[in-house]
């Protein structure tokens, strides 16, 4: 299995282009907004503004949950429900950088629902 804190070549995603602002697509409908994301070798992810949906809820994906980028569209597409978003460990601004065990919790939960 490969690594879900790393963008899968087969996403169209190039390292350098930012995606902040971009729309994100669950495989249910559209979730919200890139608030930030990181190209980072092996800690990609981005911060998805969930915005009224779950009640302005910030949630971290890993990189390896998105299955497309659509530059043409600005959408980035992630294999993952909502219901399976909504259940996710809520993004911690202080503890996402540099403490390992927030990642295993996060890396933990998306990895039960990959479908790389």
Request: no cysteine; aromatic share 8%; proline share 3%.
């Amino acid at each position: 299995m490969s690594d879900i804190w790393g963008y899968q070549p087969t996403t169209g995603h190039t390292a350098g282009n930012t995606l902040t602002g971009w729309k994100v697509e669950a495989t249910d409908g559209s979730i919200g907004k890139v608030d930030k994301h990181s190209d980072e070798v092996g800690s990609s992810y981005l911060v998805v503004d969930t915005g009224v949906w779950i009640f302005g809820k910030h949630v971290l994906l890993p990189a390896g949950t998105v299955t497309r980028v659509d530059a043409a569209e600005e959408k980035v597409y992630v294999g993952l429900t909502k219901d399976q978003i909504k259940d996710a460990p809520e993004f911690d601004k202080d503890k996402h950088l540099g403490d390992a065990g927030y990642h295993e919790q996060v890396g933990s939960h998306y990895g039960r629902h990959r479908r790389v």
